[in-house]
């Protein structure tokens, strides 16, 4: 599951609605919805985003928030380390092989070391 599925199903699930009547109000396959909420399928594009947020009557800030979300939601990353040193490539790879045997603590502390690191910028 991505975390724009995850959020997905929890709007839908507040709301009370159907994979299918929600499908149907957004003009998309159930199938599709499904599949964005159980991460087999890549970022939405920007008009769903919008449909989302007009569906569930989410303004501002909520939108914004939902928009980044979807952005993290890739579950196909590419990382492009051309141009730097060999452990970086090497590093990247390492972790596209061995990202399904993390426990989620150690997800999570990698994540705050990366929030770390981006703050020192």
């Known amino acids: 599951m991505t975390p724009f599925g995850l959020a997905l199903r929890r709007l839908r699930e507040k709301k009370g609605v159907s994979q299918k009547d929600m499908a149907a109000a957004l003009g998309v396959s159930p199938a599709y919805l499904s599949a964005l909420e159980h991460g087999r399928r890549g970022r939405p594009n920007f008009d769903f985003l919008q449909r989302v947020a007009g569906y569930f009557n989410i303004i501002w800030d909520e ?9 993290a939601s890739d579950p196909r990353v590419v ?12 590093l990247a790879n390492e ?3 061995k990202v399904r045997l993390l426990s989620p603590d150690v997800v999570k502390d990698l994540r705050n070391l990366l929030e770390g690191a981006e703050k020192s910028l």
Do not use: K
């Not at 939108?63 to 952005?71: K, T, V």
């Not at 492009?80 to 090497?90: H, I, K, L, V, W």
């Open 95 to 97: 972790l596209a092989r």
């Open 79 to 90: 990382v492009d380390t051309s141009g730097m040193p060999a452990e970086y490539t090497a």
């Open 63 to 71: 939108a914004e928030e939902l928009f980044l979300i979807a952005d």
